[in-house]
């Protein structure tokens, strides 16, 4: 079967999501067992592996679309666009966007995802910088496409705005890593020693970053 995830909450509910990325989203109720998820899947296999094959054969190249309903990634999940009349982008089960950034709906959306990366990754890079006894300069948020993130000789933290789009432990690998250069400016093993140190599964989330369609 394909890669599936499960994200619960107090819906009362169960929905079945096939992402862009070919990936199942089972979103269900808090008190529902995985003995009846797993069946409810594999009474719909069907129809999940006809939408998988359908999203494999889309354009990989095919750019989002700012309409109700296109998928938004968000710290490993996924939320469904929905325009709206408020005054700014929000994420409340769906992904609320004005209806009056459509004009400039990608600049508008990149934005804030770089507002979004720019607080939540000072925020890791703080808490693991004073576990891991190192201090860094500054961080800047970037739109680097091959680049996670960077540390200069000056110690100077870059990350690309895209990370955010990776569940919380990938984000911490990746704030891990570049904190880990600040005493180690190599890929040393006592630099890989430090990393495991604060995240010992990182040889895990080095594979999902490889294996990232975002």
Same mark, same amino acid.
């Not at 309409?67 to 994420?91: A, C, N, Q, R, T």
């Given at each position: ?23 199942l ?36 190249? *095919? $750019?989002? &679309?700012f309409v %109700?309903?296109? /998928?938004?990634?968000? =710290? ?7 325009? #709206? ?45 004073k576990q ?33 789009? *990776? $569940?919380? &432990?990938?984000? %911490?690998?990746? /704030?891990?890593?570049? =904190? ?7 890929? #040393? ?26």
């Amino acid at each position: 079967m394909e890669t599936a995830k499960i994200i619960r909450s107090n819906r009362r509910t169960i929905s079945l999501e096939i992402t862009p990325e070919a990936v199942l989203i089972i979103r269900a109720p808090q008190r529902v067992s995985e003995v009846y998820i797993e069946k409810l899947v594999q009474d719909k296999m069907s129809w999940i592996q006809k939408k998988i094959v359908a999203v494999k054969n889309r354009p990989k190249s *095919q $750019p989002k &679309e700012f309409v %109700d309903g296109e /998928v938004f990634w968000y =710290l490993g999940e996924s939320y469904p666009l929905k325009i #709206s009349k408020v005054k700014k982008i929000e994420l409340k089960g769906d992904l609320l966007f004005p209806q009056k950034f459509l004009p400039k709906a990608k600049i508008k959306m990149a934005a804030w995802y770089k507002q979004e990366a720019k607080e939540i990754i000072t925020e890791r890079a703080t808490l693991y910088a004073k576990q891991m006894g190192v201090n860094f300069t500054s961080i800047k948020i970037n739109s680097a496409q091959k680049r996670w993130g960077s540390c200069s000789h000056k110690n100077h933290l870059n990350f690309g705005w895209k990370l955010i789009l *990776q $569940p919380l &432990e990938v984000v %911490d690998y990746v /704030v891990v890593h570049e =904190l880990a250069h600040i005493p180690h400016k190599n890929h #040393s093993r006592a630099f890989w020693q430090l990393v495991a140190l604060h995240c010992p599964d990182f040889r895990k989330f080095r594979k999902c970053l490889r294996e990232s369609s975002y």
